[in-house]
């Protein structure tokens, strides 16, 4: 009775007794060893084809340019760290400020739709949570953290009044 090589039309060739006994069929007297086909091959790892799928996606990548919006928020840190607060207009300052209250969505336009209802910086600091919550993205919890933003902008002036002289009438300024 002949025994074939799965995969193979190869006979199976009857192994020697010393094979037989150490279970060994490609060692030194192995049933495979000496000019049989060597199936390992077969099941080695064969080399990763990327799928038309993935061809066409990378392709797709490559042919679009990056989209604007990436890096917004490093770019906008980094003018602010280089310029201060001359090289930003007031919606972004209040958009570097809504980064840190709205972190996984985009505060552009939430910080243009605020100063286009309030006017300026200032009058989106002052205006009641009731207002800011009007406005669409401006939840109870950013509009209370706006206003304790403006809230210690206030005390840090009120602060810094307490240590300077008082001119309240003409002779005081006239002393001064």
């Not at 090589?5 to 007794?17: I, Q, Y």
């Amino acid at each position: 009775m002949t025994t074939k090589l799965p995969f193979s039309n190869e006979p199976l060739r009857r192994e020697s007794a010393a094979a037989q006994q150490s279970g060994d069929l490609f060692g030194p007297g192995g049933a495979l060893a000496a000019g049989g086909p060597d199936e390992r091959r077969f099941f080695a790892e064969q080399p990763a084809r990327e799928s038309n799928l993935a061809k066409a996606a990378s392709t797709r990548a490559a042919m679009q340019p990056e989209a604007h919006y990436l890096g917004h928020r490093e770019r906008l840190r980094s003018r602010f760290r280089d310029g201060g607060e001359t090289a930003l207009a007031d919606y972004e300052i209040l958009e570097l400020l809504l980064f840190r209250l709205i972190p996984r969505r985009d505060t552009k336009p939430i910080a243009k739709a605020l100063i286009s209802r309030f006017g300026t910086l200032g009058g989106v600091l002052g205006a009641p949570p009731a207002l800011l919550q009007e406005v669409k993205g401006i939840g109870e919890s950013v509009a209370l953290d706006l206003k304790l933003i403006a809230n210690v902008a206030q005390r840090m002036l009120k602060s810094e009044l307490r240590e300077k002289q008082l001119l309240s009438s003409w002779s005081s300024v006239i002393d001064y």
